[in-house]
């Protein structure tokens, strides 16, 4: 068993589908948090398998997508300076800015280093003690603790010329911040498998039961999202509201304990702006104050002014919210395409607008059990 | 950018500042940081992300999921509906 190849098998995944179809007696909408998730789901034409009824949208959950775009703006602002080293994983590079991306930045001379880890990046400031090493740290909750323990290590290692740009997210504000709107029409939720790997998913009960709608913690294989899929369904029919986990294999009800405890120490939750969305209270993280020395827009307080406006064309923000389809966009795939974004979904790979574009061309029937 | 994939631990390393491992993903090999996963055994998969194991990988619960999908897929068989498929139950 090597937990992969077990949730992509083609036949059992039809069968599952025939079993989705046998339950749903009505109109269904849900929504799927993670762009990981969003990803599977066109790669594999789920969509198109599961009957014409079940109505799967997409959520916010691309960190990529949903980072302000003044944040771009800043990091590209920081990387510009002769003596830093900005530190980014990849698919940041190509976030284009207003005027340009990181890569560009990188193309005139920059120096920037695409890092698998946040870790490295500390390591590279050790072996550059006269270089101020910055980490462009972006995420949900599944990537905060390993952002969190880089500052940690920092600290404790007395590296000082280490700080990260911090632009952390939170999902849960986010799915209230759908709930409560008056235009909302999701009736259930697949929850981030991974998030709910270090939170668990015990926050998730107040929401579902203030909002009466089941959420299913889901993993990202096709079998996953097949599954998830037909829980947050049954519970729709049976007029049932429960949190339940698909995810049993990785996700514990109270989540990674010791990496909620690191990232509680290092951040605090603060408001945040979301690409396409706006400002939702509480959303995110922040250094505390106690690490504030690692914070990069306190050691390049010049960056702080930066603010920028989006392109008035994209709809971005009603595609994150589950309200229009990507190609419902007058400007999809003509003025806005994944080498020239116009916004923020169309950014990254995860992203519902860069995905439909990438494999819509993919006939739904023969992707649906494929191998990766 | 939420991708996290499960991986084999081949060893454990406990002398530096941050209990470190050695992980397999199918045959690539990469150091990974395991200092949330308090029990980790070598042999044991964890699932990691950006360079940090953030959950072990249930093997028991595992096999009770593909359990519950495999029964998914035999009841094709048990309704019949080979023919009479789309009936519902």
Redesign the interface.
């Known amino acids: 068993?090597?937990?992969?190849d077990?949730y992509r098998?083609q036949?059992?995944a039809q069968?599952?589908v025939?079993?989705i179809?046998?339950?749903t007696t009505r109109e269904w909408t849900l929504m799927e948090i993670?762009?990981?998730q969003t990803h599977t789901i066109v790669k594999y034409g789920i969509e198109s398998l599961l009957p014409e009824t079940i109505n799967l949208v997409h959520g916010p959950?691309?960190?990529?997508c949903v980072t302000p775009l003044e944040m771009i703006d800043k990091a590209i602002a920081i990387a510009s300076k002769s003596d830093v080293i900005f530190t980014s994983?990849g698919?940041m590079l190509r976030v284009p800015g207003s005027t340009q991306d990181l890569l560009s930045v990188k193309a005139a001379g920059g120096d920037i280093r695409m890092v698998?880890?946040?870790?490295?990046a500390v390591k590279i400031a050790q072996q550059n003690p006269s270089k101020t090493v910055v980490f462009f740290a972006?995420?949900?909750e599944?990537?905060a603790?390993?952002n969190a323990?880089s500052v940690w290590?920092a600290k404790?290692?007395g590296v000082r010329n280490y700080s990260i740009l911090c632009s952390h997210v939170l999902v849960p504000p986010a799915i209230e911040a759908i709930l409560s709107s008056s235009s909302n029409r999701v009736q259930g939720f697949l929850a981030?498998g991974?998030?709910c790997?270090?939170m668990g998913y015990e926050e998730y009960l107040p929401l579902a039961e203030k909002y009466r709608v089941p959420i299913v913690v889901t993993g990202?294989e096709p079998?996953d999202i097949l599954?998830g899929t037909?829980m947050a369904i049954k519970q729709l029919e049976e007029g049932r509201v429960e949190v339940e986990n698909?995810y049993?294999?990785?996700?514990?009800r109270e989540g990674?304990i010791?990496?909620q405890k690191?990232m509680r120490q290092v951040f605090e939750v603060t408001d945040r702006h979301w690409r396409g969305i706006g400002e939702i209270p509480s959303s995110g993280f922040r250094l505390r104050d106690e690490f504030s020395d690692f914070d990069a827009e306190k050691v390049f307080a010049d960056v702080a002014t930066i603010t920028v406006q989006e392109s008035p064309d994209c709809i971005a923000g009603l595609v994150l919210q589950g309200l229009r389809k990507p190609y419902e966009c007058s400007v999809f795939g003509t003025k806005c395409t994944p080498e020239h974004p116009l916004g923020a979904p169309m950014v990254?790979t995860?992203g519902a607008c860069a995905a439909y574009i990438r494999y819509k061309h993919v006939p739904s029937a023969s992707a649906a059990g494929g191998r990766a | 950018m939420c991708l996290a994939i499960p991986g084999k631990v081949l060893e454990i390393d406990t002398s530096g500042p941050l209990k470190m491992s050695r992980v397999d993903f199918g045959g690539i090999k990469k150091s990974v940081c395991v200092e949330w996963i308090e029990d980790v055994k070598v042999g044991e998969y964890v699932i990691v992300h950006v360079g940090c194991a953030i959950s072990k990988m249930d093997k028991q619960e595992a096999l009770t999921t593909l359990d519950l999908l495999q029964q998914m897929g035999d009841l094709k068989t048990e309704l019949g509906t080979d023919e009479g498929s789309g009936k519902g139950i």
């Open positions: 068993m090597r937990f992969i077990e098998d036949a059992l069968q599952y025939e079993r179809k046998q339950i993670c762009g990981g959950g691309c960190p990529v994983f698919d698998y880890s946040p870790l490295d972006v995420g949900f599944t990537t603790p390993a323990l290590q404790q290692s981030a991974h998030v790997a270090v990202f079998l599954h037909y698909q049993s294999r990785a996700v514990r990674n010791p990496a690191l990254s995860e």
